[in-house]
């Protein structure tokens, strides 16, 4: 069961970081992905990150703004947001791949393990 924390309300302009752990997997054995999703849109791919967390890929529309990273001593993962507009503002979930091959995971349909989402809003 991945579990996101961190999201809340923020001025445009602010930062907040999110955090996924896990209960059940072992989240550096696998890739991690951070999708979101606002009222009335379909979920958007926004990072992922390779599970020795060399290699990192965004979404256009935060690319340069948000960071995707791993805590090995910790075993979870986090997403920096800087820079955030009202744009941002959506329900954050972290997602867990099992066997899907680099060049598919900014898919949704490739994570095979969702959190439940955390709120996060940018407005002033």
């Known amino acids: 069961q991945l579990v996101e924390s961190g999201g809340g309300l923020v001025q445009p302009g602010g930062s907040l970081r999110l955090s996924c752990t896990d209960s059940?997997?072992?989240?550096?054995?696998?890739?991690i992905g951070w999708f979101r999703q606002a009222p009335g849109k379909e979920r958007e791919f926004v990072a992922v990150?390779?599970?020795?967390?060399?290699?990192?890929l965004y979404g256009d529309s935060v690319k340069g703004r948000f960071t995707i990273s791993r805590d090995f001593a910790k075993d979870a993962m986090y997403l920096q947001m800087d820079s955030l507009r009202p744009e941002d503002t959506a329900v954050y979930y972290c997602a867990l791949d099992l066997n899907d091959p680099w060049s598919q995971l900014h898919l949704a349909s490739s994570y095979d393990v969702w959190g439940g989402g955390t709120q996060v809003t940018v407005s002033s």
């Open positions: 059940g997997f072992t989240l550096e054995n696998y890739p």
């Open positions: 990150i390779s599970v020795r967390g060399a290699v990192t």
